[in-house]
């Protein structure tokens, strides 16, 4: 354990432990040394596990994620905000999360860019041949609804801060319940969220 992580350690035991008379050599000093010891016996890697706020929990509600302050960011930010506004502000808070990890899991995947923006972009140009549709469908990018970017602009943000990816078991792709396309039948399916099927892409075969 660093020495600076176990001085944190034993003065927050000191902290939490009821005031003494100086010299005082009563059960609770003998127990207070005792703690002291077992904490400076633990590794780093548990104490560090005490010492951690825990992760905050995602409300996947309307109320939830309108309680929150309205979020801004960098490039990355906007790039999530606005796939999550074109791609699912039809879809329950739920199922944008659902979207924004499919996004963020190809950013962790050595199969596709390694930014948001990358993975976002990726194939904008080609009618068709993007990845996300309204990157090439030959439309305007116009945001007529400030209220839901807004809303998408939060969960932007809880995600690129680093949230938890629970929902859809690692998906790299989805599609709605319109809509059936190839790969869809070689892609195991990991969740079904709102009208969105999700799907993990397996990692001996290239990208469709």
Not at 113 to 132: D, R
Request: glycine letters at 10%.
């Amino acid at each position: 354990m660093s020495p600076k992580l176990k001085s944190l350690a034993i003065a927050l035991s000191v902290a939490l432990a009821p005031a003494l008379p100086a010299g005082a050599d009563t059960a609770i000093s003998k127990l207070l040394g005792q703690e002291r010891r077992g904490l400076n016996a633990m590794s780093q890697t548990r104490v560090a596990s005490y010492l951690k706020a825990p992760a905050a929990t995602l409300g996947y509600t309307r109320e939830w994620l309108d309680a929150k302050a309205p979020a801004k960011g960098g490039e990355d930010w906007r790039c999530l905000s606005e796939a999550l506004y074109f791609e699912a502000r039809g879809e329950t808070v739920k199922g944008q999360f659902a979207v924004a990890e499919v996004i963020m899991n190809r950013v962790d995947s050595p199969a596709y860019p390694g930014s948001i923006c990358g993975v976002v972009k990726q194939g904008t140009g080609q009618l068709y041949g993007c990845q996300f549709t309204y990157t090439c469908d030959g439309r305007a990018e116009v945001i007529a609804e400030p209220r839901a970017f807004e809303r998408v602009g939060k969960i932007a943000d809880i995600m690129v801060s680093g949230a938890e990816r629970p929902l859809t078991g690692g998906a790299t792709h989805y599609h709605t319940r319109a809509v059936s396309p190839g790969w869809a039948r070689v892609f195991p399916r990991t969740a079904t969220i709102g009208t969105h099927y999700f799907y993990k892409q397996p990692t001996r075969l290239s990208q469709n």
